[in-house]
Structures are given as C-alpha cells and as structure tokens.
C-alpha cells in the first residue's frame, strides 16, 4: 500500500510539473475549469457528462504523454536531428487529435443546451 501512495505521489509531482511548466498544459486546465463550470451551470445529463470527462482525460493525458515525450527528446538529443522533431511532432499530432475530438464533443453536448 505504501509503495502503491509514493507511486501516486510521483505521479502528482508529475502532473504538478507538468501544468506548472507547459503553456498548452495551462490552456487546456483552464478549458477544462470553464467546461465543467458551464456543464455545472447548464444541468448536462449524466450521458453528457460522460463525454465531456472522458474527452477531457484524454486532452489531459495526451498533453501529459506530450511532455514526456519533449523531455525525453530534449535529453536524448539537444543537437536538431530529424527524428527528434518526427518525435515531437508526432506526438503533438496527438495532443491535436484529441483536441479536436474533444471540440467536436463539447459542441454535440453544449450545443442544444445554449441553442436559440
Ligand atoms: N532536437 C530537435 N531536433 C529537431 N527538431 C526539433 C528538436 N527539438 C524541437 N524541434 C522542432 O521544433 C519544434 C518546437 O520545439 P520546442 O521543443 O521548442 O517546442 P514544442 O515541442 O512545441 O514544445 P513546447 O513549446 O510545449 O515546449 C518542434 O515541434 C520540432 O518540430
């Protein structure tokens, strides 16, 4: 149990770091902070809510693996090389993708609730 809470606690430190250190870590807590505040204020089903926490872990948990994969980069290879930035890139792909399916979400579950 004990090796289990100091598995935890690292993985917070990690998280912590990581929301104290990237930009697009700050942005999407934020985006995360206001969704929920209007999905609180608008009453959204317990199905919407569903889609609205599990697009936000994987935003959250794609941007996490997104700067793991920039730490891991910048320490193997600090010079440019060309697999560097596929690697970077890639993985910034998958930040975008998921951003995006969770756009998409956000505007299938907001939508009838603000429409005219
Ligand atoms: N070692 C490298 N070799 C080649 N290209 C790199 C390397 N490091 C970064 N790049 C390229 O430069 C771009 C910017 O990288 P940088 O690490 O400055 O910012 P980032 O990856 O967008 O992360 P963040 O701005 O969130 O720290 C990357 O997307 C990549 O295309």
Do not use: C, Y
């Amino acid at each position: 149990m004990r090796r289990f809470l100091r598995s935890v606690a690292f993985a917070w430190g990690g998280i912590r770091s990581a929301s104290g250190s990237q930009a697009n870590m700050k942005i999407h807590l934020a985006a995360a902070v206001l969704v929920n505040a209007a999905g609180l204020l608008l009453g959204l089903s317990r199905a919407e809510w569903l889609a609205v926490i599990i697009v936000q872990g994987m935003v959250l948990a794609a941007e996490l693996m997104n700067t793991a994969v920039e730490h891991v980069v910048d320490l193997a290879s600090p010079q440019p090389h060309p697999l560097a930035k596929a690697a970077k890139d890639t993985a910034a792909g998958a930040v975008l993708v998921t951003a995006i399916a969770a756009a998409i979400v956000g505007l299938i579950v907001f939508w009838p609730h603000v429409r005219p």
